[in-house]
């Protein structure tokens, strides 16, 4: 069964900073499978073939059941668990990071690569972005056309979310519907046409709400 919602990153990004002269270079991307994450990571070690390490970590799965963290170079612990714990603490799921590091001649120390990594990886969040995957369940009304103006001014007025309209022999009236409140909708929708609605549920359909930077 799909989650009913879920955070991810929002879409594919990157953001550089700066640490003791070294460049942090963090790159974002959402994925769904490890294959999709393993390509990522490729790609970012052959476009910076030349950087001293491209660490990386990734999320995937409704639960979680792939996690991978790789210090690529870096003593042990000190790059991908900390990068890895990034995407736990902000609840992320199908999200890949790889962070890229050139070299700037000052040495960080253990504690200085754990907050430089997490750091990079936070920050490469903040910019790319992170959403809110909500499942919604898409509910199709359908009503005589007498009913149109006060199905769709309810709906207007209400939290629901008016997908569309259709206009065939009857009015077919879409709305997107959090899948727990499926049951609500219905007698809601059944007491505003005095039972007269035919109701039934389409596909489902994740909806992305964009979630401010912590």
């Given at each position: 069964m799909a989650l009913a919602s879920y955070q991810t990153v929002k879409g594919t990004g990157e953001h550089e900073m700066?640490?003791?002269?070294?460049?942090f270079i963090a790159f974002c991307a959402r994925v769904e499978t490890e294959e999709a994450a393993q390509a990522f990571i490729e790609k970012i070690k052959k476009e910076h073939w030349n950087a001293n390490h491209n660490c990386s970590a990734y999320l995937i799965g409704e639960r979680d059941e792939i996690q991978k963290a790789n210090d690529d170079g870096e003593p042990s612990g000190t790059a991908g668990v900390p990068m890895l714990e990034v995407l736990k603490k902000r609840g992320l799921k199908d999200t890949v990071v790889v962070v890229t590091r050139y070299f700037g001649g000052i040495k960080l120390g253990a504690g200085g690569l754990i907050r430089a990594y997490g750091s990079a990886v936070s920050e490469g969040l903040n910019a790319v972005g992170v959403v809110q995957r909500v499942l919604m369940q898409v509910v199709h009304t359908e009503v005589d056309y007498h009913?149109?103006?006060?199905v769709e001014h309810a709906l207007?007025?209400?939290?629901?979310?008016?997908?569309?309209?259709?206009?065939l022999e009857q009015v077919d009236v879409q709305t997107y519907v959090e899948v727990e409140q499926v049951e609500?909708?219905?007698?809601?929708?059944?007491?505003i046409t005095n039972g007269q609605?035919?109701?039934?549920?389409?596909?489902?359909?994740?909806?992305?709400?964009d979630i401010e930077a912590r």
């Open positions: 700066i640490v003791q002269k070294s460049r009913w149109l103006g006060k207007r007025e209400s939290t629901y979310q008016l997908k569309g309209i259709e206009y609500t909708f219905v007698e809601w929708m059944t007491n609605a035919k109701l039934r549920q389409g596909d489902q359909v994740y909806l992305e709400v």
